[in-house]
């Protein structure tokens, strides 16, 4: 059997950790998959879970310092015959293509985002170009951003990420009070302070609306700032980190986003399983996502009064929260299954 590893620098909680083990369960069924943590002593529990329900995968995950880590690494990739490594964001594409090029083996780098920082940029461009097969991104827009930035077109494919375990449709009961929910970490980058001004204008004239706010991060105490300053304390509750997101989406009527900047949205791609009409800003993959009136609307970043404005549409008409919803979950089905997804990739490894 071929054999695949899959590299990630550290197991924490993150979309490209979680799409780096949904290629896993996805590719075990066709592939001899290792599953190769650099830095061991950084594993997210609920991750490391959902590999282990898959015992085909086999899971490494190396301790102690950079170089012996490193030298364990090669020889791993030596000792189990591994011919083709998947590697995902910017320090693990750049293990994966020393060991690659010292041990022989195919490396395809991951391109995680639509837009990196000026250094990671630099660093993914020289592997790309020099060192990697391919370099994948998760995202159109990403592709057309890192080509315009250097990265050589034919070196970069995309695949944008994929949804486990898709749920059937189930029509949304009518409520006296709608509940609108974001999910995602509290950084710049989710642009809460523009989501709380759309729900603080779409207040004044629709007071039946519940918001909840679900995360964790390093703005957290800015988030709870901004839910003040725009006096939506009322009808605002903050969740971190819990445990039941899944139970949370499934009670909630419309899903909102307003980041600057995105890929393909595994948050957004939550909401369309929870059958939800979304409302979102117009960047990354989301026009691939959302289908301007026929599963929610697209805004532009920062227009908090357009945002305001499609949420009292679908406030005021549970029919067409539904109908979108509906639409939510069939474009989920068609376009990000996992089949899809592992049917990508074994394409790719068939070249």
């Given at each position: ?62 301790v ?6 490193y ?13 083709a ?40 461009r ?9 370099a ?11 080509v315009s ?9 995309v695949?944008p ?89 499934d ?26 009409p ?62 899809r ?11």
């Amino acid at each position: 059997m071929y054999h695949i590893a899959i590299v990630v620098k550290n197991l924490t909680s993150g979309g490209a950790e979680k799409q780096s083990v949904l290629l896993a369960k996805a590719l075990s069924t066709d592939y001899d998959v290792h599953y190769v943590i650099f830095n061991g002593e950084k594993v997210h529990q609920k991750y490391m879970n959902m590999l282990k329900e898959d015992a085909r995968i086999h899971v490494k995950a190396f301790v102690g310092g950079h170089l012996a880590r490193y030298k364990a690494f090669v020889n791993y990739l030596r000792e189990n015959h591994i011919k083709a490594i998947f590697s995902y964001l910017t320090a693990a594409n750049a293990y994966a293509c020393l060991a690659g090029r010292q041990v022989g083996v195919k490396v395809y780098t991951g391109l995680r985002n639509a837009e990196l920082p000026a250094l990671k940029c630099w660093a993914d461009r020289f592997l790309t170009n020099r060192m990697a097969c391919l370099a994948i991104a998760n995202c159109f827009s990403g592709k057309v951003n890192f080509v315009s930035k250097g990265f050589h077109e034919d070196k970069v494919v995309v695949i944008p990420n994929c949804f486990e375990n898709i749920k059937p449709y189930e029509e949304k009961p009518i409520k006296k009070v709608v509940r609108i929910i974001t999910v995602g970490r509290f950084v710049a980058q989710k642009d809460y302070e523009t989501a709380i001004h759309a729900v603080a204008a779409l207040r004044q004239s629709e007071s039946e609306v519940q918001f909840d706010i679900v995360g964790y991060g390093e703005l957290e105490a800015q988030v709870r700032e901004w839910v003040k300053t725009y006096g939506v304390e009322d009808c605002t509750q903050i969740y971190i980190n819990p445990s039941n997101i899944p139970e949370l989406l499934d009670d909630a009527d419309i899903y909102l986003s307003t980041s600057l900047f995105e890929g393909t949205s595994n948050s957004i791609m939550e909401g369309m399983n929870a059958d939800l009409p979304i409302v979102a800003t117009r960047v990354g993959d989301n026009d691939k996502l959302v289908t301007e009136g026929k599963n929610g609307y697209l805004c532009e970043v920062k227009d908090w009064q357009t945002l305001a404005e499609r949420l009292r549409m679908l406030v005021q008409d549970a029919a067409l929260r539904n109908v979108m919803g509906y639409q939510s979950k069939k474009m989920l089905q068609d376009n990000y299954s996992m089949e899809r997804f592992r049917e990508s990739y074994i394409d790719l490894l068939s070249k």
